[in-house]
């Protein structure tokens, strides 16, 4: 993991281009409900990994604590269909002393479509005890270093938020003139 001084400006919302699957559609060719969680999951860890060199894998088994999923609220706006490229944009939108809460978007390729959008709130586990423990000094350090402040978050409303990032491109995406 980068410390908070190695690196002097780090991303608040990292994205990638995905393919949807083959596998991962039904009769229709649109992306199973279902498989989006895992779209998103593997993104975040894609991200954590090429943006901020943090290995949640290689984490888990050094400290013995990792997060588990409490808690995912999905909105599914527009298809997602077999062999699309999607922008998957994510970002850590809220944290505390052992939870932290991701916001992963998914749009077209051009980032002006929101297909769909989830807020996924973790908790933070011992492995060995399947307990909840608080994240440590170093952690909570890194969390500030790319929490994602918008203040569209601050009234906790899913469905609001959801309105409000539909009208939205993708961070860091430049509009394609027409």
Not at 22 to 34: E, I, K, V
Not at 81 to 89: A, E, F, M, S, Y
Request: charged content about 35%; hydrophobic content about 40%; proline content about 3%.
């Amino acid at each position: 993991m980068l410390s908070v001084l190695e690196k002097k400006e780090l991303e608040f919302s990292p994205s990638g281009l995905y393919r949807i699957r083959f596998q991962d559609c039904d009769p229709f060719g649109h992306l199973n409900n279902a498989r989006y969680m895992d779209y998103f999951m593997e993104a975040r860890d894609d991200h954590l990994r090429d943006f901020y060199d943090f290995d949640l894998f290689e984490h888990a088994s050094r400290e013995g604590k990792s997060w588990v999923v409490t808690r995912a609220q999905t909105a599914y706006l527009e298809p997602a269909k077999q062999n699309d490229l999607v922008r998957i944009v994510t970002r850590l939108t809220a944290k505390s002393d052992g939870t932290i809460r991701n916001e992963d978007l998914m749009y077209d390729t051009a980032g002006k479509k929101l297909k769909a959008m989830a807020w996924i709130d973790f908790a933070f586990i011992d492995l060995k005890r399947g307990r909840p423990v608080r994240h440590g000094e170093e952690l909570s350090l890194f969390f500030d270093s790319v929490l994602y402040r918008d203040s569209g978050l601050e009234n906790g409303n899913f469905d609001e938020r959801v309105r409000e990032m539909r009208r939205t491109m993708a961070p860091g995406v430049e509009a394609i003139p027409a």
